[in-house]
């Protein structure tokens, strides 16, 4: 059993705002980095090592690489994160605006299929 299923919501994930998809998207991907990287290096490496994914930039380049294997649905959720309002907190900074998408797809997917968020992360974090 997931240790996180039992704390994960029972909700429609259609009546969540895009922010808060983001926020989940966000904190899931910080995690799945971290133990993605975590045998690989010490503890005191870590923060530094997954610092340099854990970004907006590397966020960008990420669902670059993710956008080809996405679903319709999918990549909806993602343009939700591109065109929402947080997105655009930071004036136009495209980084910004596609690392928001990206999060809201994380969120979107963590919250719906965690066996195809999974598989995504492993695909592009090769």
């Known amino acids: 059993m997931d240790i996180f299923s039992k704390v994960k919501p029972n909700i429609n994930i259609n009546e969540l705002s895009t922010d808060s998809l983001a926020y989940i998207g966000d904190a899931v ?4 980095v971290k133990l993605y990287y975590f045998k690989k290096t010490s503890v005191r490496k ?7 994914i854990v970004n907006r930039d ?3 380049l990420l669902l670059d690489k993710i956008l080809p294997l996405l679903t319709e649905e ?3 959720y993602v343009k939700r994160g591109i065109n929402s309002k ?4 930071y004036g136009n900074d495209p980084a ?3 690392s928001t998408g ?4 994380i969120g ?3 919250l719906k299929n965690e066996d195809r968020l999974y598989n995504l992360l492993t695909e592009v974090l090769k």
């Open 96 to 98: 910004y605006r596609k």
């Open 46 to 52: 870590l923060h530094k090592n997954t610092h340099s």
């Open 29 to 32: 991907f910080n995690l799945y």
């Open 58 to 60: 590397h966020q960008a």
């Open 102 to 105: 990206f999060e809201v797809l």
């Open 74 to 76: 999918e990549f909806s």
């Open 108 to 110: 979107f997917l963590y």
């Open 86 to 89: 947080g997105a655009g907190k």
